[in-house]
């Protein structure tokens, strides 16, 4: 019988199940870890239920910049205050894993943030204010990722999640509601996505890259199961350490959905197709909540998000 607190190999061994997943703070206006920062994430790390932290979304180029606060790593000035976060949690928990989300916002952020206009993989009918990427533009955003990898693996994090889920650019291209290209990577929406991925594993070595992947969408015409699945196979044969599995160009809530899990039909899907561990948040707020979920096979690795965030000493009484 599988338990909660139990080896798990994501890339690196880790001695629990659960997860905090990426959750935005706030760093400086120009994406530098604040002091405050730092604090609330050494808090977050002394609650030994946890034995993988995955931090926040960092942007990989400043056209990429989702928020004006958002954290960065998008040159090599950056390095130095992901080594101080870092440091700052294994000053705490020296065993702790902890990986860095990078991301790229696409159009999912507006032209006064990044002083030009987004791009994405298609232009929006009805938006004038973004603009289709070229192949340049592809070819170059892959390198920013590639980068900011090589930076992530230089601070000192035990691995990285490339962002492919919530709306922003991979999920983008991901998405049939954004991707109306009439050229390879709008037939194969995954296409894009994965060479990325692949770019950045090449680059990595054997540094640990797991993928969170919007898998499914709540409205007319946007991404199933079926698609999902698709998806989590092809990064998983390129070799992710895990499959963090959630919703995509609908965010990470899910409409009509209050039960502990809601994104469950899409991991147990995935599961059933994948070898690598999966990952399952969404609603999930007790520690019985993720034992039962375990218990059903619905995942391997279970992220607490917001009661985590609510309540930094979350079920440990339990321990």
């Not at 760093?27 to 604040?34: K, L, N, P, Y």
């Not at 109306?180 to 090449?202: H, S």
């Amino acid at each position: 019988m599988r338990k909660i607190h139990e080896i798990v190999h994501v890339g690196v061994d880790i001695h629990s199940r659960l997860v905090m997943p990426p959750m935005v703070t706030e760093a400086s206006v120009e994406g530098e870890i604040s002091e405050k920062t730092l604090a609330y994430y050494k808090k977050m790390a002394a609650n030994k239920q946890f034995d993988l932290f995955i931090i926040e979304h960092s942007y990989v180029a400043e056209d990429g910049k989702a928020s004006l606060k958002q954290m960065s790593l998008a040159d090599d000035e950056k390095i130095g205050g992901h080594e101080k976060l870092v440091e700052a949690i294994k000053s705490v928990r020296p065993d702790a894993a902890v990986f860095l989300q990078l991301n790229h916002a696409g159009i999912k952020t507006r032209g006064d943030i990044i002083g030009t206009d987004p791009m994405g993989p298609s232009v929006r009918p009805w938006d004038k204010m973004c603009r289709a990427m070229t192949l340049d533009d592809m070819a170059r955003v892959k390198e920013d990722f590639v980068a900011a990898a090589m930076r992530a693996k230089e601070a000192g994090y035990d691995g990285a999640e490339l962002h492919v889920a919530h709306g922003y650019l991979l999920n983008q291209f991901l998405s049939p509601l954004t991707n109306f290209r009439d050229d390879a990577y709008g037939e194969d929406r995954v296409k894009y996505p994965l060479e990325v991925f692949r770019a950045m594993k090449e680059a990595l070595g054997d540094f640990p890259l797991a993928v969170r992947i919007g898998g499914i969408e709540t409205i007319a015409g946007g991404t199933t199961v079926d698609d999902g699945v698709r998806a989590a196979k092809a990064f998983d044969a390129a070799g992710a350490a895990f499959l963090d599995m959630t919703g995509g160009m609908t965010g990470y809530n899910r409409p009509g959905h209050r039960e502990a899990g809601w994104f469950q039909d899409l991991s147990r899907a995935v599961k059933g197709e994948t070898t690598a561990p999966v990952l399952l948040t969404g609603g999930i707020t007790t520690y019985d909540e993720a034992e039962k979920l375990l218990a059903e096979d619905a995942a391997d690795l279970f992220g607490i998000g917001r009661a985590f965030l609510k309540d930094p000493n979350w079920e440990t009484d339990k321990l």
